[in-house]
Each structure stands twice: as C-alpha cells, then as structure tokens.
C-alpha cells in the first residue's frame, strides 16, 4: 500500500493540465480512501480507528501535495474524504488534521477542502481553525433527488415528487432550503470558506419538478456567496446524456443536451 502506480498518476497528471488548458478548477477528491469509502464494497479497515489506515492515506495525501507543489489554488485543489458517514467529531478532526499536515509540509498554502459529516449534510464545526474549506451537499429533499434511485433502498416505493414538497410536517420549499443551510453560514463566519460540492437529481423525478427545485437551491445559494459544482455533467444527473424520457433534447457534437437546465444553470 506504500507505493504508487505511476500509469494512474499520470492520467491524474493529465487531468491537471486539461484543467489548466481550458481553464477549469481541478479539485483531486479521495472516493476512496485508504480506509473510507462511501461506495461498496468497503475498506477491509477504518480510517477513523486504524492506525495503519491512517498513516497510508497521509503518505498518499503527502505524495500528491509533492508532486502538484506550486500549481496555483487558482487552478487546483484537494478534497480529503467524500462524504464521511456518522463519524464522531472529534475523530473526523484527528483525522483531518494528521492529513492537513501531511499536505502542508509539501505544500503549505493548498487549499484544502473537507466534506461535511453525515455524508456531506453536517457541517464540521470541529474543523474550525485547521485553516480548510467546507463543501456541502444539495441533495434535499432526499426524496426529490434520489426518486427511484436504485441504489437507495425503498425509493421506488415513494410517490412521485412534487415541488414544493411536503414530507411529514415539513414543507421543503426555499424558505426551508434556506433553513437546512443555515448552520453551513455559521461555520462560515467562523473563518471556514464554504462550497456546495454536489447537487443535482436524478433522472427519474419530473423534469419540470428539478427544475423548480434547482431555482430555488441555485437562489439560496447566491444569497449564501457560496461557488456550486452538479453532479453530473454528463449522466443521470446532469445536462447530457440524461436519460431522462420527459425532455426534449438538442443534439450538440454528438451528445443529448438538456438545453432548459444548462440556461437555468448559466442564469446563476
């Protein structure tokens, strides 16, 4: 586990210059790391309780801070874990921190980015001072975005989503969007920058329902100050190759795009 494929690396090499090339942010993110992964099958050992898990994901993080050392924040960044599951703070902060000096002792200005806890959900309060950014989810209401998504367990037994969206006694509209980021400000004005590093839905629920719900995400988060990324560009959840069946789609260089969601898109 101490050693590197240098045939992967380079292809992360060449992702990096693409990136200068175009002109597009390049955040290298850890899906799975060396004992956390939020995929399946897990790690044969946990990050946050081994030892050996921990010193090989430093020894990783170390080696890409050497290797991209003096490439601008402007045009690349490092996001630790994604999405830590119910981790206890004060080990997801242990954690970090051990991976943050890791980084810094290559690399010490890197701009260092740390997925809130509950998959994304939470904010990491307890990373206050360990000069990193935070990203957070736009993911809910988890029934709209993930409405038939095999992979999530029972979801193709809920109704079919609406927007505004009652579940329970809550009403999910901008105002309660408004509500559910509100302690993600909080950590931001202790000194935590905050990004949303994923949002989107997924290609079962009703085009027109997304689109109402990803206005409303899109207007909070302008409010917020805060730089979003969709998940995904080109896939079930994104603005081609969707697979959606209720849109009608443009033909550009070979692809289906959802022309309606990359406009709503461009407005923010």
């Known amino acids: 586990m101490d050693e590197v494929s240098e045939d992967v690396l380079r292809e992360i090499d060449e992702a990096v210059k ?6 597009v942010h390049v955040c290298i993110n850890f899906h799975r790391a060396p004992g956390y992964t939020v995929a399946r099958p897990p790690e044969p050992k946990s990050l946050w309780t081994d030892e050996e898990a921990q010193r090989v994901c430093a020894l990783h993080w170390a080696h890409f801070a050497k290797r991209y050392q003096g490439i601008p924040n402007s045009q690349l960044s490092f996001n630790l874990f994604n999405e830590p599951a119910n981790i206890d703070p004060q080990v997801h902060r242990k954690v970090v ?9 290559h690399d010490e200005k890197r701009l260092i980015i740390c997925d809130g806890r509950s998959w994304g959900n939470t904010a990491p309060t307890e990373l206050v001072g360990l000069k990193v950014a935070a990203a957070t989810r736009g993911y809910q209401p988890f029934r709209l975005t993930h409405y038939r998504a095999e992979w999530v367990s029972g979801s193709d037994k809920w109704a079919e989503p609406t927007y505004p969206l009652q579940e329970g006694n809550t009403v999910w509209d901008i105002n309660r969007l408004r509500e559910f980021y509100k302690p993600w400000k909080e950590l931001e004005k202790q000194g935590v920058g905050v990004m949303v590093g994923e949002f989107g839905a997924y290609n079962k629920t009703p085009h027109k329902v997304v689109l109402a719900w990803m ?11 805060w730089g979003w990324a969709l998940w995904n560009f080109r896939g079930s959840f994104g603005i081609l190759d969707s697979g959606r069946t209720d849109v009608t789609y ?19």
Not at 18 to 23: P, T
Not at 218 to 225: F, N, Q, S, Y
Not at 251 to 267: F, I, P, T, Y
């Open 250 to 268: 443009e033909n550009w260089r070979g692809h289906k795009l959802d022309r309606a969601m990359l406009e709503l898109l461009q407005a923010f």
């Open 18 to 23: 693409f990136g200068e090339k175009y002109g």
């Open 97 to 105: 921190e051990r991976m943050v000096e890791a980084i810094r002792k």
């Open 215 to 225: 206005r409303d995400c899109l207007t909070v988060w302008k409010e917020m100050g």
